[in-house]
């Protein structure tokens, strides 16, 4: 049976389920769920084989908010010897497909965490005996995703269980497991600061940060205190202002580059129309946020927002679907044209990262020109 198998954070599978089942409906391909209790594995049995690799070629990994990396199986899960595992994966995958590039995987758990060790230790022999098959092209050190192509995923369920598959190149996180490993700088004041950097990284392509994510900006973050978010505008120099009624962090202020105002998030007004980025981490009812999120943009006090909607206990997809489509009924109100992207990101916890920017003017009422 072919399956997709999805990669999220522990606890968060019946989510990751619920969503995969929704959008594959929408694309007329159905099966049935195998949640990996915390584990942060989905399997999505399908019930037409060729299903696996239309949905991906359908639907933009980036539409899903639950799921970090997923793959398309090519083998069930595969028993492998205690010895000469290498000939038993390259055996069962054949020559018919080649890959350019391969993933050693294990399920986000303590005990994947001890699997990744031998993952690591079987990766550079199983490297050379798929590309000695001329399964694996050996087009690592200049493999570009933008390009497509194939890659090829090795989930191990312990030391003698594995299932293959494969993903997209342009469609498919680029980190193993769709975790991106970043380090915690010294300087931060607090830890969420991993949140933003994260949230840049993964929605802002890197060849627009010249002029997205660029030194010079004016910047507003709601929430602010300690200061974890502003410190990373601060650190690609920008201006930013900093709203919140809790003390910010000496060593941000002493940059010059932020005011802090001491007030509630959801009364300041910036007296100026230029502001380019808001960022908000409050820790507010996820309504709330977005309906002050979406003003925001409307009134044409930002360009783009980045902001975290907290998740409730139980019906945490419906919830995240239900305040996403606030947002979009009130653009679509205001007839303008918007991106709109949200994420379970690697160093989120219970809320999820939204990003959010218009891309055309809002219209001007008759009556007010």
């Not at 410190?231 to 920008?238: A, H, N």
Request: aromatic share 10%.
């Amino acid at each position: 049976m072919t399956s997709i198998v999805l990669y999220c954070r522990p606890g968060f599978e019946k989510d990751c389920g619920a969503e995969i089942q929704e959008k594959a409906a929408w694309n007329e391909i159905y099966g049935y769920l195998e949640l990996k209790k915390n584990q942060g594995l989905v399997f999505f049995h399908l019930h037409e084989p060729d299903h696996g690799e239309a949905l991906l070629k359908k639907l933009p990994l980036k539409r899903l908010i639950f799921t970090r990396q997923w793959f398309v199986t090519l083998t069930e899960k595969i028993e492998l010897p205690d010895y000469n595992r290498v000939e038993a994966i390259v055996e069962s995958l054949g020559s018919e497909w080649q890959y350019d590039d391969l993933r050693m995987e294990t399920p986000d758990t303590n005990d994947g965490k001890t699997l990744s060790k031998f993952c690591r230790k079987l990766a550079v022999p199983l490297r050379q005996g798929l590309r000695k098959a001329k399964i694996l092209t050996g087009k690592k050190d200049n493999f570009d995703a933008e390009k497509g192509g194939a890659v090829l995923h090795a989930l191990f369920l312990s030391g003698q269980e594995v299932i293959l598959g494969f993903s997209l190149a342009h469609n498919s996180s680029p980190h193993v497991m769709g975790i991106p490993r970043l380090k915690f700088p010294s300087q931060a004041p607090s830890r969420s600061t991993l949140k933003l950097d994260e949230a840049f990284l993964y929605f802002i392509p890197r060849n627009e940060w010249e002029h997205r994510l660029t030194s010079g900006m004016n910047a507003v973050d709601l929430g602010s205190a300690p200061g974890g978010w502003t410190y990373q505008l601060v650190r690609r120099g920008m201006m930013v202002t900093a709203i919140d009624n809790g003390p910010m962090a000496e060593s941000l202020m002493e940059t010059g580059q932020v005011k802090h105002k001491m007030m509630d998030g959801f009364k300041y007004v910036p007296m100026k129309k230029n502001v380019y980025w808001l960022v908000c981490d409050m820790i507010e009812k996820p309504q709330r946020v977005a309906k002050l999120m979406s003003e925001w943009l409307l009134n044409g006090h930002c360009k783009e927002a980045m902001f975290n909607l907290k998740l409730p206990m139980k019906g945490r997809f419906q919830q995240v679907s239900e305040d996403l489509q606030s947002i979009k009924d009130a653009f679509s109100e205001h007839k303008v044209k918007y991106e709109l992207y949200a994420k379970h990101l690697y160093y989120d916890r219970e809320e999820i990262t939204v990003h959010a920017r218009l891309l055309s003017p809002i219209p001007q009422d008759k009556d007010n020109k």
